[in-house]
């Protein structure tokens, strides 16, 4: 790739999307800002309805204009994508910015082979040929590990078992050579000896050509798997910034050091009762006033006069590592220490 | 176990689903062979946990368990009763007895039906008056549930998908059941969420004393519920043991290597070894000949393709660990194919 290894190659700044429905304004996504540089692979973390989906397609350009309001920036390598013109926007999709989705069956048309379904995008953006095209998907399911792909390139989806449309539609994503993928959630459908696969597969390919990947997922066993950078998004917002090993290690804020003890794992104690996060996730049609996690967070009455309740934690990140909590650093020490002695 | 009779026992439990196809007569033209030969028991307050993938026919065992399906062939009985194939009137005392938790809490409730009326559907149906009415006894199963008994003129859609699961438990429990078979109750739900329902679900366990058969894909949940565990493969019992030695002395390749491939939320812990499988599991319509497992696994010989492995206790399990396996897991064991690429393994 270039040699600007170091400028962040995705950039996105302040970025607000709202959607209005019959029962209101959804802040889907509400104050985002993150970076991303060639090469690197930034999880994001959350649960459902928290705006990890939101965010990605925005970037894509992917929401209906007609209800949503998009605020903010978004810059991919140096251009300005909000507000930019659908033709603009599609020569970036599936060339220099590529999506992989959650559910492969839903994302393949059923009508079309696969052959073609993945020859059409590099025809599209590079004006090859039939036969080009064709040469060029058989090339890009050999390299995603299909077997027999001069054959193969010629079924349809249904032809293919979960995991070979996974491949199938990786391979679509990468057949430009995108240098921004996307993936929300490629694994979550897959049985976990395919989603090892899987997951093998990207980090290969991220090897070979340098991508920068986004990965959503709600699994942090899969974020510690294959992440560099993680953000925890809660309600809209991002709770947590950090690498991975810091993330995973020392987490900061109260919601994600909730999601790592709520999980039960393949080596920790037995009998013991796991922590859940008490509650449930808020509505994003009328979410909790100040932070939005006061209402399910443990030491929210810690914070003196109530300012979890009316006032909004700003995110401060210091050298890419960084927490919206009002927790002052000794508070935070001082409880998630406690709360981990007693785990 | 062995000196009482055990509430459930199965044995070589079978369930074919006919293909029909061929024209103008439709014939059998083929089976689904979604479980085949099943044998375990499960004693009195226990829980099993029945793991694998998609298609392994866990789903199907319970299914046949709560008799929503008519097995093929072999033989289910609860508390020394058989109930293989017993008539609704045969069933009818044994219903009660055994309920069942589904996976989706949005599609297993009646949306036009209050939480009260959801609830009481069971004492309805099997003509049960407690003591003090239904409404009662509803309140009180809210009260157990952790849901405010105040609700129960309220209707599924008011609820979060955590709750409604607390609903379908609650309606579980209506009858006193002496067994649960809970079909991926909370893989549906937020990580958040999916350990408030397990915590529920373990405290009924060891309150009520009821016997639960756990079905899930998620190994770390299964082995935090679960004193025993099941893996399945293909229709097929693999290996099956308490949970400490199925997690620490994994004998089956198979389930070898679904541990290793379950990813896990740490960086401190030593890069656990991962073992690569290939491809995808095969057609139930036409599973392979002898081991099922051979076409993935790393040390399938001729024998394997002839020759069906027994379960039994292979040599260096603890009592009560079986094996499928000619070929089981040991120290010195043939190295497991690695991934390829794990850069914390290369570092």
């Known amino acids: 790739m ?129 036969q080009e095209a064709r040469a060029r998907a058989i090339e890009m399911l050999r390299r995603v590990g299909i077997p027999q792909p001069d054959s193969r390139v010629d079924n349809y989806p249904h032809e293919f078992s979960g995991g070979m449309r996974q491949r199938a539609m990786i391979a679509m994503a990468l057949v430009c050579d995108p240098e921004l993928l996307i993936a929300d959630e490629p694994t979550t459908a897959l049985d976990v000896t395919v989603q090892a696969q899987i997951m093998d597969l990207l980090k290969d390919l991220q090897q070979e050509f340098g991508t920068a990947i986004i990965f959503i997922t709600h699994d942090l066993g899969v974020i510690a798997d294959i992440a560099d950078d993680v953000l925890v998004m809660y309600g809209g917002r991002c709770v947590e910034r950090g ?13 994600t050091y909730g999601l790592l003890g709520s999980m039960p794992s ?16 808020p509505s994003l049609l009328n979410p909790p006033s100040g932070c939005r996690f006061h209402p399910r967070c443990a030491f929210a009455d810690k914070v003196e006069g109530g300012r979890c309740a009316k006032e909004r934690p700003l995110l401060e990140i210091v050298d890419g590592r960084g927490n919206a909590c009002h927790l002052t650093e000794e508070q935070r020490r001082e409880f998630l220490d406690t709360a981990a002695r007693a785990h | 176990m062995s000196s009482t009779t055990p509430l459930l026992d199965v044995s070589g439990l079978t369930k074919h689903f006919p293909i029909k196809g061929g024209f103008p007569i439709r014939r059998t033209v083929g089976a689904v062979q979604a479980v085949d030969g099943l044998d375990f028991q499960v004693a009195e307050g226990e ?35 058989d109930i293989t194939h017993a008539d609704r009137k045969g069933l009818a005392p044994i ?78 429990l209506a009858l006193n059941p002496k067994l649960i078979v809970a079909d991926e109750p909370v893989s549906a739900l937020d990580v958040s969420i999916q350990a408030q329902v397990v915590n529920l679900l373990q405290k009924v366990q060891k309150e009520l004393g009821i016997a639960f058969v756990f079905i899930a894909h998620d190994l770390a949940i299964v082995r935090h519920f679960s004193q025993r565990v099941a893996v399945m493969y293909l229709g097929k019992i693999v290996e099956i043991a308490d949970r400490e030695d199925l997690y620490e002395n994994p004998r089956h390749p198979y389930t070898r290597a679904l541990l290793s491939a379950v990813p896990e939320a740490t960086v401190d812990a030593e890069p656990r070894e991962r073992i690569r499988l290939t491809g995808d599991v095969p057609s139930p319509i036409n599973p392979p000949s002898g081991c099922r497992f051979r076409t993935r696994c790393w040390k399938a010989t001729e024998k394997c393709a002839t020759e069906a492995p027994p379960l039994v206790q292979v040599e260096g399990n603890k009592p009560g660990h079986l094996t499928a396996c000619h070929y089981p897991e040991t120290e010195a064991t043939i190295p497991a194919p690695r991934l390829s690429k794990d850069p914390e393994a290369a570092a």
């Open chain 1, 243 to 255: 690498t991975k090993s810091e993330v995973l290690r020392t987490p900061q804020h109260p919601y």
């Open chain 1, 2 to 130: 270039t040699s600007t290894d170091s400028q962040p190659f995705l950039s996105i700044k302040d970025l607000k999307v709202h959607f209005s429905t019959e029962d209101g304004v959804v802040k889907a996504v509400d104050g985002l800002s993150f970076d991303l540089v060639r090469g690197k692979t930034l999880g994001i973390v959350g649960e459902s309805g928290s705006g990890k989906s939101v965010t990605n397609l925005t970037i894509l350009g992917l929401h209906n204009p007609d209800n949503t309001k998009v605020e903010g920036s978004i810059e991919l390598d140096g251009e300005e994508l909000n507000g930019a013109s659908e033709k603009t926007l599609e020569k970036l999709r599936g060339n220099k910015m590529a999506m992989i989705f959650q559910d492969a069956l839903a994302s393949l048309s059923p009508y079309h082979t696969i052959g073609t379904q993945i020859g059409e995008v590099y025809r599209k953006h590079t004006g090859a040929s039939k």
């Open chain 1, 266 to 281: 393949l080596e920790g104690p037995l009998d013991v009762p796991l922590n859940p996060i008490p509650g449930s996730p």
């Open chain 2, 95 to 172: 219903r009660s007895e055994i309920q069942m938790i589904f996976q989706d809490p949005y599609a297993s409730l009646n949306p036009r039906h209050t939480v009260g009326k959801i609830i009481s559907g069971p004492m309805e149906i099997n003509g049960i008056n407690p003591e003090g009415g239904r409404e009662k006894r509803v309140r009180e199963l809210l009260e157990i549930v952790g849901l405010n008994p105040e609700h129960f003129n309220r209707f599924p859609h008011e609820f979060s998908g955590g709750q409604r699961q607390r609903i379908g438990v609650a309606r579980a």
């Open chain 2, 47 to 81: 829980s099993l946990g029945l793991v694998g993938e998609s298609g392994c026919g866990k789903s199907t065992t319970g299914r046949l368990i709560t008799r929503l399906l008519e097995p093929t062939a072999g033989k289910i009985s609860y508390r020394g009763q």
